[in-house]
């Protein structure tokens, strides 16, 4: 398991969550990224039955609760059921990070 990040970092100004983990990497998140990525029962629905979900362009994080295992996200359009366990966003981020 991934341990808890070295350092929470919520840059408004760029609408980016930056997340610094004990092993020096660090992910730079745009709040559209982790909003495709969560994982509350409705979104995990969608994605099991293959709905995009459309995602508006001046979507907002509007709060992160810090849970101790995770985070968890509140979203402008209402979402703020997801919880992002810490290992989850740390492959989230190196997978956003690969070039394909
Ligand atoms: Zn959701």
């Known amino acids: 398991m991934i341990p808890a990040p070295r350092k929470l970092h919520h840059a408004r100004q760029r609408q980016q969550l930056i997340i610094s983990w004990q092993n020096g990497q660090e992910h730079h998140f ?3 990224e982790l909003r495709a990525a969560c994982r509350c029962a409705t979104c995990r629905a969608n994605q099991v039955r293959g709905h995009l979900v459309l995602i ?3 979507l907002q994080l509007e709060k992160l609760n810090n849970l101790g295992q995770g985070l968890q996200l509140i979203f402008s359009d209402g979402h703020e059921r997801g919880i992002y366990p810490w290992q989850y966003l740390f492959e989230l981020g ?3 990070a690969t070039p394909v």
């Open 30 to 32: 745009n709040y559209r």
């Open 94 to 96: 190196n997978h956003l």
């Open 56 to 58: 508006n362009a001046d």
